[in-house]
């Protein structure tokens, strides 16, 4: 597959493009991904440009009305839920790329997904120990996480060992749960306040945003840009969520290497007041690659990762 990008000199929205697209198609060798810079009208018509950024995939242009005119304007496109950018939204690229499972690839389990397998006792204690979390914002007691793995006839140690060799939960050199995604026990920048629950912190700032859509209930997110120590508040609230401040977005990114999501990727997930200073603590970080998240994108990504962890039955 060939993927290019047109878009005119100095086009602000080609890097959003660039950026959403090296996220998406990220570990894809199948797919040549090029970028143009179209000079003028005639350029536009012969490259079948629609206004800048175009994307086109195999030469075609998927995002295009029917007879749509070539121009070399700055272009604007509709999200589903009604907004408007200037460029396509992380969701709809991997529609039109064929690249399934985004979610599951955040989730840093290379497409696995953060719901362990039932067999084993693996969902039972990973949703005993997510559980505990919610309640009490911290971990189970191991008696707790032995009762939830008797069933199984498996010892609870190594219940607890199989989970983080798979990257489900992380644990100390005791072997004592440090942190079940989206929860840490060690305090965090991001704190979330469950409503009628205890307040917990989060792993990163999609794991915060993950919480919430979990428990089913209200939830207040707190947290820091990490380049000017501003506030950034999410609420939860009957069915809405209000951002503070309204241009606050999520950087979404990770270091080459592999290793578990709270070594590679975590530290890389974080709330930003606007997309600009996104960018500029992102250009500060050594080998580090990835996208600026609207909102929506951020927080629907959150949803798909963690919504199903208690709602799936761990039998």
């Known amino acids: 597959m060939r993927v290019e990008m047109l878009i005119v000199p100095d086009c602000p929205n080609g890097p959003v493009l660039r950026e959403r697209l090296e996220l998406v198609l990220a570990g894809r060798t199948d797919v040549e991904l090029a970028e143009h810079v179209v000079g003028d009208q005639a350029e536009a018509e012969r490259r079948g440009m629609h206004g800048s950024p175009t994307l086109l995939v195999d030469g075609r242009d998927p995002f295009a009305e029917p007879d749509a005119p070539a121009a070399v304007s700055c272009r604007l496109y509709r999200g589903a839920d009604g907004r408007i950018g200037g460029a396509p939204s992380v969701e709809e690229l991997r529609r039109v790329l064929g690249v399934p499972g985004g979610a599951d690839r955040a989730a840093g389990r290379a497409g696995r997904g953060r719901l362990a397998p039932a067999e084993g006792g693996l969902r039972e204690v990973q949703q005993a120990v997510l559980r505990s979390f919610a309640a009490t914002g911290a971990p189970p007691s191991a008696s707790e996480v032995k009762s939830a793995a008797e069933p199984f006839g ?24 440090q942190a079940a995604y989206p929860f840490s026990a060690i305090p965090t920048e991001h704190v979330v306040q469950i409503a009628d629950g205890p307040a917990v912190w989060s792993m990163c700032a999609i794991d915060a945003l993950g919480i919430p859509v979990m428990l089913d209930t209200a939830a207040v997110i707190t947290s820091t840009d990490p380049l000017t120590g501003e506030k950034i508040r999410v609420e939860f609230t009957d069915g809405k969520t209000t951002w503070q401040p309204t241009t606050a977005v999520v950087y979404f990114g990770a270091r080459p290497g592999s290793g578990p999501a709270a070594a590679v990727c975590c530290s890389y997930l974080r709330f930003f007041t606007t997309r600009a200073t996104a960018e500029q603590w992102s250009g500060r970080q050594a080998d580090l ?10 927080e629907r990504l959150g949803a798909d990762i963690f919504g199903p962890l208690l709602s799936t039955p761990a039998r």
């Open 154 to 177: 498996v010892p609870a140690a190594e219940v607890l060992a199989e989970l983080a060799a798979e990257d489900f939960l992380t644990l100390d050199d005791t072997g004592h749960v």
């Open 289 to 298: 690659s990835g996208a600026v998240l609207d909102q929506a994108e951020a």
